[in-house]
C-alpha cells in the first residue's frame, strides 16, 4: 500500500501518534494513480511547478496515449496545445491508437476517413436512411453524415473520398484545414 496524497498528513498524525487516520482508498494501476496524485497536487496543497507539470504531461502521454490532449491538460493544468506539443515529441510508442477519449469520456476518432468512408457506402446503399442512423452504424457524427452525403449529391469522381483528400493537403487528418490546429477555447473546432 502506498500513499498518494496526505503524506504530510500522515507524517503529522504519526508525530503525534495517532493510531487511526481517515483514508480514501484508491483500487487501480501504478500508472492511475499517478494520475489522481497529480490531479491532487495540482488542485490544491503545494502546487507542482511547470517543469514538474510537463514532466507528468509527458508520463500520462506515455501511460494513457489514448486520452485526448484536453484531458491530460485538465489533469495536470497545461494547455492542449503543450500536451499536443509533447505527444508529437514524445512520438507515443509504436501502436498509436485509433481513437482518444475525451475529458467527457466519449471516444473519438483521431480521423474520420473511415467513418466518412463507410457512410458513402450506406447512403449509397440507403439514400433515404435517416442521418443519425448511417452516424451511428459509421461512428461518426451526423454532422459528418451530412457532409458526405452532400458531396455524394453533388457527384463527381471520388465524391465520397474528396474530403479525405482535401484534408490531407490542407495539413491534417481530421479534415478541420490546417489554420485551426491548436486552437482552444469557446469557438474553435472540436
Do not use: Y
Amino acid at each position: 500500500m502506498r500513499v498518494i496524497d496526505g503524506m504530510h498528513r500522515l507524517r503529522v498524525a504519526l508525530i503525534r501518534g495517532c493510531s487511526e487516520i481517515a483514508v480514501r482508498f484508491f483500487e487501480g494501476s501504478e500508472a492511475d494513480a499517478f494520475v489522481l496524485a497529480v490531479e491532487s497536487n495540482v488542485g490544491h496543497g503545494l502546487p507542482l511547478t511547470l517543469t514538474e507539470r510537463t514532466a507528468a504531461a509527458a508520463r500520462i502521454v506515455l501511460t494513457h496515449p489514448q486520452w485526448s490532449d484536453r484531458a491530460i491538460a485538465s489533469t495536470t493544468g497545461l494547455s492542449a496545445t503543450t500536451v499536443g506539443a509533447l505527444r508529437r515529441r514524445e512520438g507515443v510508442g509504436s501502436v498509436a491508437p485509433t481513437a482518444r477519449i475525451g475529458r467527457d469520456g466519449k471516444v473519438r476518432p483521431l480521423s474520420t476517413e473511415e467513418g466518412r468512408r463507410a457512410a458513402g457506402k450506406l447512403i449509397t446503399e440507403s439514400p433515404d436512411a435517416p442521418l443519425r442512423e448511417i452516424a451511428k452504424k459509421a461512428g461518426i457524427s451526423p454532422g459528418t453524415v451530412r457532409d458526405v452525403r452532400e458531396r455524394l449529391q453533388r457527384g463527381g469522381p471520388g465524391a465520397c473520398h474528396a474530403p479525405i483528400v482535401e484534408a490531407r493537403e490542407a495539413g491534417t487528418t481530421d479534415g478541420r484545414g490546417a489554420g485551426s490546429a491548436g486552437r482552444t477555447g469557446p469557438g474553435a473546432p472540436l
